[in-house]
């Protein structure tokens, strides 16, 4: 035992103690240029049906499809992203052929207009056509692939079926906890190549869902940011590191228990960063502001929304973010014209 923690204190001592700098580095020393935008945030309703806070948000071309993994009826809602009018739900639990057994992520083919659902506890990749899903009232998914427990996607940008940018959780044999990295899948033949890894990310210190990224085939990369420490890395798409972005906050405070960097979204050729930098039993902990970078990794400003955001989606018809919230408002969205 003795030898045990000995080796532990060790660990987590190199973690701290260890300097991460290179050539590519950005050290943001403040962030400071802080617009209040809590007024210009217009709520959605969304009325019926009902949707619980374990929701996600995405846009699928000139659809709104939130997923709630703690939905009664139905896990998948669809609504029109203009009128945000609801026009289709679909996906009921269970165990049953056309039911899903424990939703996961969902993935986006904007070009088929296809998106796939995981399906955690089936260990299934499920395939939805959007188009046939709402003109066909007896419309059923197929199986698009099977994945394996100890290694899957928990999240995709969608470019070919030979080759998209995924995050992949990789159990460990003894259930010891999960080891998360970004890179290039094949959804064919299930390769996943491993692209740079955050040494941040690559010890003990790892949490399940401890990351959030987004990639962007236009803009040749991908970004991955920390909820426990305050750096966000870019990469190009072959996985190569383009820099690393250390926030005020990376010299003062190397902890996992702090709440920094949450969801992330690439949007036309910005980078926008939820931001809570609270300890993570703090009721603040949802973010409040949204940090927006150019795509180098330059700090350009902090979006002060003043409602504790969950998730978000950018939506590059209308220039605006689609926000889902646990503050007053659920949804809501935030036209970036005159801002960004």
Known sequence: MKKFLGC??????????CD???SSDIHVKSRDNIIKVHDKVVEILTEEPFISTYSDVHLLNDHLIIKDWKGYDYLIHVFEKNTFAHVKS???IGQGPNEIANIGNI???EKKNNFYVVDQGKLQLLSYNLDSLLLMDDYNFTTRMRITKKAYPSGCYYITDTFSIAKQLSFAENGGG???????WNMITGEFKKGYIHPTQSTKAIKTHSTHFDASEKQGIYVMCSRFFDVMTI???????????????????KTDKMHYNMDV???????????????YDSLDRYPTQMLVYDTNGNYLKTLDIGYHILNFCYDEDNHRLILHADDDIQFGYLDLKGII
Do not use: Q
């Open 20 to 22: 991460y700098s290179n």
């Open 235 to 253: 990469c190009n798409l072959d996985g190569t590191l383009k820099c690393n972005v250390y926030g005020p906050n990376w010299e003062d405070e």
């Open 107 to 109: 993935f986006l083919d």
């Open 265 to 279: 979204c690439i949007g036309g050729n910005k980078i926008y960063a939820l931001y809570a930098g609270v300890h």
């Open 90 to 92: 679909t996906g009921t």
């Open 8 to 17: 532990s204190i060790l660990v987590v001592f190199l973690l701290v103690g």
């Open 178 to 184: 999960a080891i998360e990295s970004c890179g290039r």
